[in-house]
């Protein structure tokens, strides 16, 4: 049911390439020191230039966007798994009858929140409860987990594997 109306989802649209690289060194600026930020930019160049790598694998791109319709589930229901040599894909596709639970984060806390059961969403009232209740267990923050996967992935991959011992 959750998905009955893929179908009718539009097809996947494929930014420009000079939009994106654009928009991914705007938010390394952030994360990265000032060398790390200039070998990035030199790579995202040569990268970015025409005829070169980026725009063969925008074409790429585009030619299965115009075949994929299943994206809705591929983008929120997949994640990268660190590997030591090459990192995989999971897929967790939906299942049939409607979620029971919600991830909530806050201060860097991340909590399973039911919001349903058989089927039946519970009321606002309920929900809200339980919103507050995450926001009194999560007042103080607590270590930024999460921000493990920005990293490059041979650091995500030792924390990844760090934390799953």
Request: aromatic share 10%; net charge positive; charged share 25%.
């Amino acid at each position: 049911q959750m998905l009955a109306g893929q179908k009718s989802l539009p097809r996947l649209p494929v930014p420009k390439l000079k939009q994106s690289l654009s928009k991914y060194l705007l938010s390394l600026k952030a994360i990265v020191d000032d060398n790390e930020y200039e070998s990035n930019r030199t790579i995202v160049n040569e990268f970015g230039q025409a005829g070169g790598i980026g725009e063969k694998l925008t074409k790429i791109l585009e030619e299965r966007a115009k075949t994929c319709d299943n994206w809705y589930t591929k983008l929120f229901y997949a994640c990268r798994i660190p590997g030591k040599a090459i990192d995989s894909i999971g897929h967790y596709p939906p299942l049939p009858e409607q979620p029971d639970y919600i991830v909530v984060v806050h201060n860097n806390q991340f909590f399973s929140v039911e919001v349903a059961r058989n089927n039946k969403i519970y009321s606002r009232k309920i929900i809200e409860k339980q919103l507050h209740d995450v926001l009194e267990k999560s007042c103080r923050p607590s270590a930024a987990v999460g921000i493990l996967t920005s990293l490059d992935r041979d650091c995500w991959f030792k924390s990844y594997d760090l934390m799953m011992k």
